[in-house]
């Protein structure tokens, strides 16, 4: 073997997923690194992993590496277009209307952000066309956005003086001394995440008014370079606008304030508060149960939505009315394992409604219903097989519960008996977010919850849980989030001073996700955005609380219902 001394390479190399290569001079920036290949992958590449980290495309190439380009298809590649897209709404409405504030709410099922302006009337079809021309043209004019890390005390003199008082709010708590910004011309904004490099990128979007604000519309995973039809959510955003109420009653609109309440002591005052508005809630539903005599209660939501809590704290309620709800389990009703339909793998498919044996659930209500006494089934999951189990016969006007993903699905009891059902979509609809333009995702609250409740129950890693949310997500897409209008009454489980008792708990177990595992860079995203919140001690959250469900310590684990 012979080694040599050789000078520096002038080009650097990357080695693709296809196992193509790519050459450039060192100190290429991604962007036009990736050029050649752009066509072998199915969607726009908006950043990519390098050696298992990401990085925006303006990142300059220095060493040999592996490259896996991220596209829209990609969890990260849609956070990545929806937060620029976001990023240059902000700068064209602050352009056109600088005495207004805009507020980017909270998401809708179809792709987009709803919207609130605020200083101003809302805005009407003829000033939201001028917004859309204007984004338009910036899109075409392909203008960079500009990163750059400003010191923490010139980034909050920045924000001061351009009236962002909710970012003061935030900055007033950050540890580190400085803060990563985005600036298009001479306007900057902290936006939480990485970026496309210019406006070029953000061609696929549309503007709408809706209930006093508008949407601004983006591409969905499955079809990032197309918009789908934007549907009608009225009870969804009805949930989202109590929130916004309740969190209004608390005084707390954003983590800054959440963080300040805190700080100042107020801990107690917000857990309270925050507890007595979700009892509340909760016990309309049983008022309105008990009112409208309703035969079977449906109760469904994603992962991690509280829905167990929610269902036990509202069986409490109906017994304090008198009503002694019967709990039916649908997980007794899977099919024998050998007539479980199988996914386009050739797998079992556990969660769609053709695993439950819906002929057998359909006559055991109608005979319940009617007062017979009827031998329910018990699913053996060791055999894979279903037995006999327990013979039941319901009480005069004793109301059944059925809790499961396929809840508000209509196919889940027989039609003569939908106008006797009264159902309940539960899910975390955060609303408080890290300021007006970077709101927190539902979907990130359940899966803290999730990474929380699952070391503690059944000894997952961090680094388990965050490997199965994919497949966990895909059924929530496919199962649940499709009939959630279905509902009478949406229940939001989220409680404003979570994340805050949950930090102290998610961070070491994040921390444990090994730098080389394909999961660490999404726990190092969680563990960026848990920086933000201040720890709260969860000694000072009731045992009833939804979120004992995932802190650990409630004392309805193991409520049950007398069965008679």
């Known amino acids: 073997m012979s080694i040599q001394i050789n000078k520096p390479n002038p080009n650097v190399e990357l080695y693709l997923p296809n196992r193509k290569i790519l050459s450039a001079p060192r100190g290429t920036r991604l962007e036009e690194f990736l050029k050649p290949a752009e066509h072998d992958f199915s969607a726009p590449i908006v ?30 590649g849609a956070r990545i277009y929806r937060r620029s897209l976001a990023f240059l709404l902000d700068m064209t409405f602050a352009e056109l209307f600088p005495k207004a504030k805009l507020y980017i709410d909270h998401s809708v099922s179809s792709g987009g952000f709803y919207c609130e302006v605020i200083g101003r009337k809302p805005l009407n079809q003829k000033e939201l066309n001028l917004v859309k021309t204007t984004l338009k043209k910036l899109v075409k004019q392909n203008l960079p956005f500009k990163r750059k890390e400003v010191p923490i005390k010139q980034a909050m003199a ?23 910004m985005y600036s298009l011309g001479e306007k900057m904004n902290y936006m939480h995440g990485y970026m496309v490099p210019s406006t070029g990128y953000l061609k696929w979007f549309d503007l709408k008014l809706a209930n006093g604000g508008f949407l601004i519309q983006f591409p969905r995973r499955h079809a990032p370079t197309a ?26 609109d954003n983590v800054g304030a959440l963080n300040d309440a805190i700080q100042a002591g107020r801990a107690d005052e917000l857990i309270l508060v925050s507890e007595a508005l979700h009892e509340g809630h909760i016990s309309q539903l049983a008022q309105q149960i008990e009112d ?52 386009a793998d050739g797998r079992f498919d556990f969660e769609t409604i053709e695993a439950l044996n819906l002929k057998q659930l359909a006559k055991d209500l109608e005979k319940l219903i009617g007062g017979e006494k009827v031998r329910l089934p018990k699913y053996n999951f060791r055999a894979g097989r279903s037995e006999a189990g327990d013979f039941v016969k319901l009480e005069k006007g004793q109301p059944i519960i059925l809790e499961g993903i396929h809840g508000m699905n209509p196919r889940l009891i027989p039609d003569h008996w939908a106008d006797s059902a009264f159902r309940i979509y539960v899910s975390a609809l955060t609303q408080l977010n890290l300021d007006r333009q970077n709101r927190i995702s539902t979907t990130d609250t359940r899966l803290i919850r999730r990474i929380v409740r699952d070391a503690r ?51 070491p177990l994040l921390r444990q996700v090994p730098y080389n595992a394909p999961e660490f860079i999404e726990a190092r995203r969680l563990l960026a955005f848990l920086e933000w919140f201040l720890p709260l001690d969860a000694s000072l959250v009731p045992a009833n609380s939804i979120a004992r469900e995932f802190l650990g310590g409630s004392s309805l684990k193991d409520f049950k219902i007398w069965r008679g």
Not at 54 to 69: R, S
């Open 47 to 76: 950043a990519a992993i390098i050696n298992n980290q990401i990085h925006e495309l303006t990142y300059p190439v220095m060493l040999e590496a592996q490259c896996e380009p991220v596209t829209m298809r990609s969890a990260d």
């Open 158 to 180: 920045y924000f001061k003086k351009n009236g962002y008082e909710d970012k003061l709010r935030l900055l007033a708590h950050r540890r580190k001394d400085y803060l990563t």
């Open 227 to 252: 918009l789908e039809p934007m549907g009608k959510y009225p009870k969804l955003l009805r949930a989202f606008r109590q929130y916004g109420d309740w969190l209004e009653a608390l005084n707390i």
């Open 292 to 343: 409208q005599n309703a035969k079977i209660i449906l109760i469904a939501g994603p992962s991690s939505s509280g829905k167990t809590t929610t269902s036990r704290r509202l069986a409490v309620q109906l017994l304090a009315r008198g009503i002694s709800p019967y709990p039916l389990e649908l997980d007794n009703y899977f099919v024998d394992r050998e007539d479980t339909p199988r996914d």
């Open 457 to 507: 129950e059944r000894g997952y890693s961090a680094m388990q849980t965050l490997a199965n949310w994919e497949s966990v997500r895909r059924g929530e897409k496919r199962h649940i989030f499709p009939y959630q209008e279905n509902a009478n009454v949406m229940f939001n489980s989220a409680l404003a001073f979570e994340l805050a008792t949950l930090k102290p708990l998610a961070d």
